[in-house]
């Protein structure tokens, strides 16, 4: 049955958003290997979009392996890549969902590493883990938002779980995650209460691990994470409208690349 698209919302960038819908319904199978795509008067139809938004949207698939121009026969999809690399997608970059969202994924990671911390961190470890906390404070004492500090308390506690694939994991994603910090320390250096809050929640997590209490060091770190959901829902429109969406404009295509702090 042949596939039909929905014309698309103006705000985010029009190529971007063709590219995603015409990815969705290959990785669904809805239009299967093989398959002709529509063509490109029929997509400028269906999306209300001109040629040269379909054009950069088909260079996008075609950059990405999933389809192949043939010379006056049309577009196909072709068989997926055996192997890919992960890609988070730009769209809607700037909004607090978007933020959230990246936080959940952090949760489910920080909580593992909190617990593989506790079980396997060596002296030398645990004493860089309470430096990098010191090193927020200082940061936070000279008037600094405290954002490389914060990556770098993270990533003493991912080195400290000792599994180098979970370490290029979390390097691989720094590059996502640098921009949610810088949103989430501004949002928290608004409030005092929002600050003692992230304050106390990094020294219950450090002292779990010194513990080697891993159910109290998972807990604390995925509290740590629920509570800075949490922090993100109750920034307000204001702080959306202005800083929280100017600071996560580019959350997806800044900070460190991979191999460098994590946040």
Do not use: C
């Not at 919302?9 to 529509?38: C, F, M, N, W, Y």
């Not at 090193?135 to 936070?140: S, Y």
């Amino acid at each position: 049955m042949p596939v039909s698209f929905v014309a698309i919302k103006p705000g985010v960038k029009l190529s971007d958003q063709v590219a995603h819908a015409l990815e969705a319904e290959i990785r669904s199978g809805r239009i299967a290997t093989g398959d002709k795509l529509p063509t490109e008067a029929a997509l400028v139809q269906q999306f209300n979009v001109s040629r040269t938004v379909v054009r950069e949207a088909m260079s996008r698939l075609r950059s990405q392996g999933l389809v192949d121009a043939r010379q006056g026969s049309g577009v196909y999809v072709q068989p997926p890549p055996a192997a890919e690399a992960l890609r988070f997608e730009p769209l809607h970059s700037d909004s607090m969902e978007a933020v959230i969202q990246i936080v959940e994924v952090r949760r489910a990671l920080e909580a593992e590493v909190a617990d593989l911390a506790a079980q396997r961190h060596t002296a030398a470890q645990m004493q860089a883990i309470h430096n990098a906390v010191l090193a927020i404070e200082a940061a936070v004492r000279r008037g600094e938002d405290g954002v490389a500090e914060d990556v770098q308390f993270h990533r003493a506690i991912a080195l400290a779980a000792n599994n180098s694939y979970l370490l290029h994991t979390l390097d691989y994603l720094a590059q996502f995650l640098h921009g949610v910090t810088r949103v989430t320390r501004a949002n928290e250096a608004r409030r005092q209460d929002f600050a003692a809050a992230v304050t106390f929640e990094h020294a219950e997590t450090v002292a779990a691990i010194a513990a080697r209490n891993r159910q109290a060091a998972r807990a604390a770190a995925t509290a740590h994470m629920d509570n800075a959901i949490q922090r993100i829902r109750e920034a307000g429109t204001a702080f959306w409208q202005h800083d929280g969406q100017r600071l996560a404009r580019n959350l997806l295509d800044l900070g460190p690349m991979p191999g460098e702090p994590h946040k």
